[in-house]
Nanobody, 119 residues
Framework: QVQLVESGGGLVQAGGSLRLSCAAS????????NGWYRQAPGKQRESVAT???????NYADSVKGRFTISRDNGKNTVYLQMNSLKPEDTAVYYC?????????????WGQGTQVTVSS
């Protein structure tokens, strides 16, 4: 099993910054990709940023140039640096890990961390 623990959410004014962390523990196997997703009230969960095993990243258009995803393999931790935050970034942010272990691909999700951006 894999456990993902997120931290770093909170309340920030528009234009401010936050850094989210997602620490993985357990049988992480071979990591295929990590990602950050968010879900605002009344909306579907959406992809914010992803990073694959080669370190290649992908961002939603709405966060390009403002958010940066990174990974520290030694710490099994993925980060999301969020700058120039906007009220529309308010959501619960979830991290996701996709790994392969003994030929089986599995997805794991963190419990979510609230990000609130005030105007």
């Amino acid at each position: 099993q894999v456990q993902l623990v997120e931290s770093g959410g909170g309340l920030v004014q528009a234009g401010g910054s936050l850094r989210l962390s997602c620490a993985a523990s357990g049988s992480t196997g071979t990591m295929i990709a990590n990602g950050w997703y968010r879900q605002a009230p009344g909306k579907q969960r959406e992809s914010v940023a992803t990073i694959n095993g080669l370190g290649q990243t992908n961002y939603a258009d709405s966060v390009k140039g403002r958010f940066t995803i990174s990974r520290d393999n030694g710490k099994n931790t993925v980060y999301l640096q969020m700058n120039s935050l906007k009220p529309e970034d308010t959501a619960v942010y979830y991290c996701k890990l996709t790994r392969v272990l003994r030929g089986i691909v599995s997805d794991y999700w963190g419990q979510g961390t609230q990000v609130t951006v005030s105007s």
